[in-house]
């Protein structure tokens, strides 16, 4: 991840909290993981911040099959009632002076709602809250600044957001000397089929491919077998939201096993890729910029080369 230079020793410390895991890493990315005091439960990188004490929880199983899943969260969204929990005690015992949270999707992480509400139980803080709302790429630039100004970093958020936009515009220029742009179809979700909305469109493009469904800046949709089929696609590439590629890989013969899944162009051509939704495609913070060197990789394999093969994505070859 990339950090900014400066100690945070030279400014009042605050108490920060971060309930989704993308403001983890844009806190850490600021060069002030020290203040930290609390986290969510998804919350894991880097590495260091497992320590912290955990303030949110999710209120149903997070095993199964992808369909079950989705039922399980559905139901509870059908409800009216929230998918996760705030741990109000928690939070009233790090007293934060700052919680970060977001309003972008309900699902993902704990939403405004509930942080507001475990607030108004908090007797001893009251705690600025941060909401971030990133649907696109220029919002998570906007994102990285209110956590800077929130932090009384804005000068060295906007030197983070400035290395970030340079090393993602290198890219793409060496992308735009690729002789082929290839056609892509990027699934978000197995069980029911669901394409990359969001940011995913602009980092396909900005990698030198073709992006098939979803919109930037939108939600990620909802599709069908049927449209997948008839798009067609040059590359597929599979990277659900929340899985890591060990947990994706488990799921894939949901996919494999359908009858004229070998009669797709990607599976033909080997031309499937597996990919580490979790940690990169689906956190949109500073690691949006290692996702976007690993759809480079993919495809343009002659022209980029950094070395996530096998960490960030595998190739699948079992038809």
Not at 43 to 54: E, G, I, N, T
Not at 228 to 251: K, Q, S, V, Y
Request: aromatic share 6%; glycine share 6%; proline share 5%.
């Amino acid at each position: 991840m990339s950090t900014t230079n400066g100690s945070s020793s030279k400014m009042p410390a605050k108490r920060v909290v971060t309930l989704i895991a993308s403001a983890t890493e844009i806190v850490c990315a600021l060069g002030l993981e020290d203040w930290l005091v609390g986290r969510s439960h998804e919350c894991d990188y880097p590495p260091s911040v497992q320590s912290l004490p955990v303030c949110t929880e999710v209120k149903f199983q997070t095993d199964g099959r992808s369909y079950e899943i989705d039922q399980r969260v559905k139901a509870i969204v059908e409800e009216g009632v929230s998918v996760y929990r705030v741990r109000s005690d928690v939070l009233n015992r790090l007293r934060p002076d700052v919680i970060i949270t977001q309003t972008q999707c309900e699902v993902c992480a704990v939403s405004l709602r509930d942080v507001e509400e475990a607030v108004c139980e908090l007797v001893e803080s009251r705690p600025q809250i941060v909401s971030l709302h990133p649907d696109c790429l220029a919002d998570v630039w906007e994102d990285i600044r209110r956590v800077g100004r929130a932090l009384g970093v804005a000068d060295r958020a906007e030197r983070l957001v400035q290395q970030l936009q340079a090393r993602m515009e290198a890219i793409a220029n060496e992308a735009k000397s690729a002789t082929k742009r290839r056609r892509a179809a990027c699934i978000e979700w197995i069980d029911p089929l669901m394409a990359a909305g969001n940011w995913m469109p602009e980092l396909v493009e900005m990698a030198g491919g073709i992006h098939l469904f979803g919109e930037a800046g939108k939600h990620s949709p909802f599709m069908s077998w049927d449209e997948l089929r008839r798009a067609d696609p040059d590359i597929l590439l599979i990277h659900p939201c929340g899985f890591d590629i060990a947990r994706t890989l488990e799921e894939m013969p949901v996919l494999t096993q359908r009858p004229d899944w070998g009669d797709l162009r990607a599976v033909q051509q080997k031309q499937v890729f597996v990919l580490d939704g979790n940690q990169y495609f689906n956190r949109p913070g500073p690691r949006l910029v290692e996702s976007l060197e690993i759809l480079a990789e993919i495809f343009h394999p002659s022209l980029f080369q950094f070395g996530h093969e096998g960490r960030g994505w595998v190739r699948f070859l079992s038809r």
